[in-house]
T-cell receptor, first 116, second 110 residues
Framework: GAVVSQHPSWVICKSGTSVKIECRSL??????MFWYRQFPKQSLMLMAT?????????EQGVEKDKFLINHASLTLSTLTVTSAHPEDSSFYIC????????????FGPGTRLTVL | KNEVEQSPQNLTAQEGEFITINCSYS?????LHWLQQHPGGGIVSLFM???GKKKHGRLIATINIQEKHSSLHITASHPRDSAVYIC????????????FGTGTSLTVIP
């Protein structure tokens, strides 16, 4: 089956630093990748949609300068949380959509970010 | 109102019990998905349905397109089934946006 990995699985950083999270599709090409944020006991909230080779589309209320997304290849998307603050602490999940089967999304294992 | 509603929000069952989780949606869909999220966070896709019924081991998922309703059943529940089960729908082409339910937290007691 299709596998999506995320790295790191957890990260702790100081306030004001930037953190990069990688999302990779391991055995398929992902023309579209999605970044979600999940607060405790809540469902996933879509942050942005990333298409390979083009700028990401951000959901309303998500600061594009704060959450930088790069989708430089068909197997890799990165989310950089710039100048992180404690309120950015959350669980970040990516998913990838194979180009040939647009309905399916395959989810990564998530990254737990804690900003001190 | 959420596009996807799940019930119940929380469910505790004794090992061996038959479990049903319900999902209703209000948008046009291209498919419905049942996802499982264990403590620690990783999400696993259990089923993708556009009609009828699917079975995988002790898990059964059904969908009624006319009624915009789906159910996830777990037969002979086991403590390892304890997780959050999320119903999600992918909207119609071309966007295929995902809409997520708030999840059902299942605890199976030995």
């Amino acid at each position: 089956g299709a596998v999506v990995s995320q790295h790191p699985s957890w990260v702790i950083c100081k306030s004001g630093t930037s953190v990069k999270i990688e999302c990779r599709s391991l055995d398929f090409q992902a023309t579209t990748m999605f970044w979600y944020r999940q607060f405790p006991k809540q469902s996933l909230m879509l942050m942005a949609t990333s298409n390979e080779g083009s700028k990401a589309t951000y959901e309303q209320g998500v600061e594009k300068d704060k959450f930088l997304i790069n989708h430089a290849s068909l197997t890799l998307s990165t989310l950089t949380v710039t100048s992180a603050h404690p309120e950015d602490s959350s669980f970040y999940i990516c998913s990838a959509r194979p180009g040939t089967r647009v309905v399916e999304q395959f989810f990564g294992p998530g990254t737990r970010l804690t900003v001190l | 109102k959420n596009e996807v509603e799940q019930s119940p929000q929380n469910l505790t069952a004794q090992e061996g019990e038959f479990i049903t989780i319900n999902c209703s949606y209000s948008v046009g869909i291209s498919a419905l998905h049942w996802l499982q999220q264990h403590p620690g966070g990783g999400i696993v896709s259990l089923f993708m349905l556009s009609s009828g019924k699917k079975k995988h081991g002790r898990l059964i998922a059904t969908i009624n397109i006319q009624e915009k309703h789906s159910s996830l059943h777990i037969t002979a529940s086991h403590p390892r089934d304890s997780a959050v089960y999320i119903c999600a729908v992918s909207g119609e082409y071309p966007g295929n946006q995902f809409y997520f339910g708030t999840g059902t937290s299942l605890t199976v007691i030995p």
